[in-house]
Structures are given as structure tokens and as C-alpha cells.
């Protein structure tokens, strides 16, 4: 059985202001082991009770979140197996804590945007190659998401509109993307009322898609030959499937 990091954890920011993370195993690689144990940590230390290792997700309320507010906030969701020897292995996510500002509070509005990357992927059988960022500002009416190679950083655009008190979000690309290229990403926010634009970019590395067949294959949920018709039907070429 094999033992490795947690993969596909996902952060989200709820109306409450608390982070909800979901993770599970690495199943590209066979017959995964389920740890014994797992618990979040943050820059300050373990962030939640040392759960059973069947636990998939968990909630970390704003009190928490609090002193990253306004901040691109690194952690790990991380796996126990117990020994002896003990082996604990871990996976990093980052995501942006909005917040930071309040209506008397006299910063200038909006606020700039903070930017983080939230997840990259090869190309599959469901998806082109793509990127997710994720953004924080405070008090914008509206906005844009320019981006786009780093020779055209805006050849594409995507508007983005306040919701609610929500000042936040996140987006995923819309257009294939070349693997193993940068792309920029810029953010621009506007307050109509005090008639203020500003704005911060990233520049992130596109994911290199997978060469091997096999491993295509395994991330598209096909074990066996037996398995290719239906994913496959309308394929001309594996090859040109796996980008």
C-alpha cells in the first residue's frame, strides 16, 4: 500500500468569515493507505484537534483566520501513520484571508487586491490545462481580471462584481492554456464612489502535462485497457488527448 501526502485539498472562505478545507488521498498511486491520524497547521501551529485519519475535511472558524487577515495564509493538511516509526507526511494549500477593513477605517478604499495561486492542472480528459487564483480587496463596486501569456497579459478579461460584504473570490481560466508557460494575472478594482481603481498582479507557471500514458490514463480514472471505449469515444488520438 502506498503512503502519500494529502492531495486535492480545496480552501474555501465561508459567509462567516471561517476557512472550510477538504482533502482526501493521493489515489493516483495504488491502494492508498488511510492514516491514522490528521490535523491543519498554520504558521502558529496545529490549528485543529488531531482527528481520526478517515476525516476529510474541517472548519476553521474567523478567530482563527484572524491574525492573517488581509494576507496570503500558507498551511498543511498533514497525514500520520503510526510506527514505529511514526511517518507524518504533509500537503500545503494557500489561500487569501479578505478582510482587514471596515467602513471607518480611514486606508484608502478599495483596498489593494491581495492575489494568491489556489491550484494549477495538467490537461485531462475532462479539462484543458488550467489555472486557479484567488484575490481579497475590500470596498470595490466592481472590477476586471486581466490575463493572459506573459508576451499578452491581457488577452483575456473577466469581470468581477461585489457580493454583498464578500470581497473575495476566486477564478479559474477559461481559455486551454500552453503547459509550462507563465501566465499573468491582473486584478483591478474599482469604487465608484470615491472614483479609485487599483490593482495587483501574479504571474504563475502554467502545470506540464502528463507525457506518460499510463500515469494519463490513471489521472482520468482508467485502470484498464477495458476501461478506454467510453472515455476514449471520439478520440482520434491518445496523444492528442493528453495535450
Same mark, same amino acid.
Given at each position: @500500500?502506498?503512503?502519500?501526502? =494529502?492531495?486535492?485539498?480545496?480552501?474555501?472562505?465561508?459567509?462567516?468569515?471561517?476557512?472550510?478545507?477538504?482533502?482526501?488521498?493521493?489515489?493516483?498511486? *495504488?491502494?492508498?493507505?488511510?492514516?491514522?491520524?490528521?490535523?491543519?497547521?498554520?504558521?502558529h501551529?496545529?490549528?485543529?484537534?488531531? @482527528?481520526?485519519?478517515?476525516v476529510?475535511?474541517?472548519?476553521? =472558524?474567523?478567530?482563527?483566520?484572524?491574525?492573517?487577515?488581509?494576507?496570503?495564509?500558507?498551511?498543511?493538511?498533514?497525514?500520520?501513520?503510526?510506527?514505529?516509526?511514526?511517518?507524518?507526511?504533509?500537503?500545503? %494549500?494557500?489561500?487569501?484571508?479578505?478582510?482587514?477593513?471596515?467602513?471607518?477605517?480611514?486606508e484608502?478604499?478599495?483596498?489593494?487586491?491581495?492575489?494568491?495561486?489556489?491550484?494549477?492542472? *495538467?490537461?485531462?480528459l475532462?479539462?484543458?490545462?488550467?489555472?486557479?487564483?484567488?484575490?481579497?480587496?475590500?470596498?470595490?463596486?466592481?472590477?476586471?481580471?486581466?490575463?493572459?501569456?506573459?508576451?499578452?497579459?491581457?488577452?483575456?478579461?473577466?469581470?468581477?462584481?461585489?457580493?454583498?460584504?464578500?470581497?473575495?473570490?476566486? %477564478?479559474?481560466?477559461?481559455?486551454?492554456?500552453? =503547459?509550462?508557460?507563465?501566465y499573468?494575472?491582473?486584478?483591478?478594482?474599482?469604487?465608484? %464612489?470615491?472614483?479609485?481603481?487599483?490593482?495587483? +498582479?501574479?504571474?504563475?507557471?502554467?502545470?506540464?502535462?502528463?507525457?506518460?500514458?499510463? +500515469?494519463?490514463?490513471?489521472?482520468?480514472?482508467?485502470?484498464?485497457?477495458?476501461?478506454?471505449?467510453?472515455?476514449?469515444?471520439?478520440?482520434?488520438?491518445?496523444?492528442?488527448? @493528453?495535450?
Amino acid at each position: @500500500m502506498s503512503r502519500k501526502p =494529502p492531495a486535492n485539498i480545496v480552501g474555501t472562505i465561508t459567509d462567516e468569515g471561517a476557512l472550510h478545507l477538504e482533502w482526501d488521498l493521493d489515489r493516483f498511486f *495504488p491502494d492508498p493507505e488511510e492514516p491514522d491520524a490528521v490535523w491543519v497547521e498554520l504558521p502558529h501551529g496545529i490549528a485543529t484537534e488531531i @482527528m481520526d485519519g478517515s476525516v476529510r475535511s474541517a472548519d476553521l =472558524p474567523q478567530a482563527v483566520l484572524q491574525p492573517y487577515t488581509g494576507t496570503l495564509l500558507t498551511g498543511d493538511v498533514v497525514f500520520k501513520w503510526n510506527g514505529p516509526p511514526d511517518d507524518v507526511q504533509a500537503g500545503a %494549500f494557500q489561500i487569501v484571508v479578505p478582510g482587514g477593513g471596515s467602513p471607518g477605517n480611514p486606508e484608502p478604499v478599495p483596498r489593494v487586491p491581495v492575489l494568491g495561486l489556489v491550484d494549477r492542472q *495538467p490537461k485531462t480528459l475532462g479539462h484543458e490545462n488550467l489555472i486557479t487564483i484567488s484575490w481579497a480587496s475590500y470596498s470595490y463596486t466592481g472590477g476586471t481580471i486581466f490575463w493572459g501569456p506573459d508576451d499578452q497579459p491581457r488577452l483575456y478579461s473577466h469581470g468581477i462584481d461585489a457580493s454583498g460584504a464578500r470581497y473575495s473570490g476566486t %477564478f479559474t481560466t477559461d481559455h486551454p492554456l500552453r =503547459p509550462r508557460t507563465p501566465y499573468r494575472f491582473l486584478v483591478q478594482v474599482t469604487n465608484a %464612489f470615491e472614483h479609485r481603481t487599483v490593482e495587483a +498582479q501574479i504571474t504563475i507557471e502554467s502545470a506540464a502535462n502528463i507525457r506518460s500514458v499510463r +500515469q494519463f490514463l490513471a489521472a482520468n480514472g482508467i485502470r484498464t485497457p477495458t476501461g478506454l471505449r467510453g472515455p476514449l469515444a471520439g478520440v482520434r488520438s491518445l496523444r492528442a488527448a @493528453m495535450g
